[in-house]
């Protein structure tokens, strides 16, 4: 397949007035179903204001129908068509839904405004455990192993992230993954990654306006020099949450909200 594949099986939420001024979608990261955006969706920033809310899970993320072709480009394209669909004028996206987004700009499917909340910029900032079970995962014989693992152990090392009040009903959402989506999935990021090297350039020549948002303690990383690059763009924009890990838009709810609201308002 390629990026002109269609697509119909879309888990879709929506929330929001339907005379809003402005719609926005939401892209929650990886593993994650629309329920990772409940925090920032019921803020009163939000959910008052003249916004309609778009949420989709990422097709084949927490048991939802995937397509055939899992290139990050083939899902930028996809999500690109949904936008429009839609009528989204904003992209709003965490993690990997973060990383979909910038290449939504970047590759053309897409041309408003886009908050990127935690993104990995190359293959070194993310996850070192999700590196490693990539690499595993590609081995002969362990590899299906490797994933049913990963997927038993990542909830319980998420819980302590997750907001108390939901955390039962996060776990259960992760726990609906299916290990061979996850693994070719997977496999076909970290090729992404690969093959860019770095995202940072790939962001600043897409001349998109774009939030890069990040909890001060995001599990995450930023090397020095992509912190630099996207500082001298004037095009994007570096904001640090206070008091917030790598899932910032359940840490930090209240504040993200304001943050899309400025934008989808702006």
Not at 141 to 160: C, E, F, R, V
Request: charged share 20%.
């Amino acid at each position: 397949m390629n990026s002109t594949e269609e697509f119909q099986a879309w888990d879709i939420h929506e929330f929001g007035p339907a005379n809003a001024t402005r719609s926005v979608l939401l892209l929650p990261g990886g593993l994650c179903s629309t329920a990772f955006m409940d925090d920032l969706i019921t803020e009163p920033a939000l959910a008052d204001a003249p916004v309609r809310l778009v949420a989709t899970t990422v097709p084949g993320f927490a048991g939802t129908p995937a397509p055939q072709d899992l290139s990050m480009e083939n899902y930028a394209a996809l999500l690109g068509t949904l936008a429009a669909e839609r009528g989204c004028e904003v992209v709003v996206g965490h993690s990997l839904g973060a990383n979909l987004a910038l290449e939504m700009v970047a590759g053309g499917h897409f041309t408003g405004p886009v908050v990127l909340l935690s993104p990995a910029f190359s293959r070194p900032d993310e996850f070192k455990q999700l590196a490693v079970a990539d690499r595993l995962g590609r081995l002969p014989g362990i590899g299906a192993l490797t994933w049913a693992a990963m997927l038993w152990m990542t909830p319980h090392a998420m819980a302590d992230s997750l907001p108390s009040a939901r955390r039962e009903t996060l776990i259960a959402e992760l726990k609906k993954n299916d290990p061979a989506f996850c693994r070719r999935m997977t496999r076909h990021y970290f090729e992404y990654l690969d093959h860019h090297g770095s995202l940072v350039p790939r962001l600043r020549e897409s001349g998109a306006r774009a939030w890069v948002v990040r909890g001060d303690r995001d599990e995450v990383g930023l090397t020095d020099e992509e912190h630099d690059a996207l500082e001298a763009s004037p095009r994007v924009t570096m904001v640090t949450i206070p008091d917030a890990g790598h899932m910032v838009m359940t840490d930090q709810p209240a504040r993200v909200a304001e943050l899309v609201a400025q934008v989808a308002l702006g």
